[in-house]
């Protein structure tokens, strides 16, 4: 069986003078090649467990092992494995887009994507020679993607990566991390989107008050928290809710389905946003 390619056992971390720890004693573990959602409330510890992993946090306590090694046994060479999306994104903004990958691009030793070809995958082949500083926001948020996978990543850190995105794009760049995944990289996705969490992600882990309070997969969860059913909408009626067990019976039902009454029919199950609220309510 492979290794996990992070693990996190009773992570603690407390910062100065704070009455409480942001992460205390959080557990959790990473398949190789997964995309894992890290989903919680602001102030939950998500942000303190993610600085811990890309070592821009170095004071806690617990055993984070990663990529094969215990976390504090990396050195530079850490970076060279490792791609990093941060929801704020960062650049030169007198410099184009394809300058700015390309400074990026030269921090790596060993290889590196085409340029060109990463510009055109998150579709900004034709804003490749404007300054940074003329961006949008969503622009920038695609060359920040481009920018975490630009040395092929093992490991996959992201934060908001729809953030600024319209419907098309959005999936445009969930598109491009599955394939990173399906590629063998293995991502670790932090959002308050659970469109996304649910679209994209192999499990998702429910942070509250700096503890894992429920890790499944999205449908495990929208099974565990639904109830099962179908609503429809019928002409004239309005929505009718209906059980599952009792649709062979419901001879009133089914005619109106043959007469075209029923506008709609669709099953009633919970959305990650329902199972969010509950999960954190539940932990709190």
């Known amino acids: 069986m492979a290794e996990a390619a992070i693990r996190v056992d009773d992570l603690e971390v407390t910062y100065p003078r704070a009455d409480r720890p942001a992460v205390a004693g959080m557990s959790f573990d990473v398949g190789q090649g997964e995309v894992f959602g890290f989903l919680g409330p602001s102030g939950a ?4 467990t993610q600085n811990v992993l890309t070592r821009l946090l170095r004071r806690y306590r617990g055993h984070v092992r990663v990529l094969g090694r215990p976390l504090e046994r990396w050195n530079a060479d850490y970076f060279e494995r490792v791609g990093v999306g941060f929801e704020l994104p960062a650049g030169f903004g007198r410099l184009t887009v394809r300058e700015n990958l390309a400074a990026f691009a030269s921090l790596y030793r060993a290889p590196v994507q085409d340029l060109d070809a990463l510009l055109a995958s998150v579709d900004l082949a034709d804003a490749a020679h404007r300054r940074l500083s003329e961006l949008s926001k969503g622009m920038r948020m695609r060359l920040n993607l481009a920018r975490a996978l630009v040395n092929r990543p093992e490991l996959l850190f992201l934060d908001e990566p729809t953030t600024g995105q319209d419907p098309v794009r959005a999936a445009l760049l969930r598109d491009l991390i599955r394939a990173a995944a399906d590629g063998g990289s293995t991502v670790f996705l932090t959002t308050h989107d659970m469109t996304t969490a649910d679209l994209l992600c192999d499990r998702v882990a429910f942070v509250s008050r700096g503890r894992i309070a429920a890790v499944d997969t ?4 929208k099974l565990r928290h639904g109830r099962p059913g179908l609503v429809a909408e019928i002409r ?3 929505r009718r809710e209906l059980r599952v067990e009792q649709l ?4 009133a039902l089914l005619a109106l389905i043959r007469e075209g009454a029923v506008e709609t029919l669709h099953t009633r199950e919970a959305t990650l946003d329902d199972v969010f609220a509950a999960v954190t309510r539940e932990s709190l």
């Open 45 to 48: 510890g998500k942000s303190t």
């Open 248 to 251: 062979a019976d419901d001879a």
């Open 218 to 221: 999205p449908r495990g969860f």
């Open 236 to 238: 004239g009626q309005g």
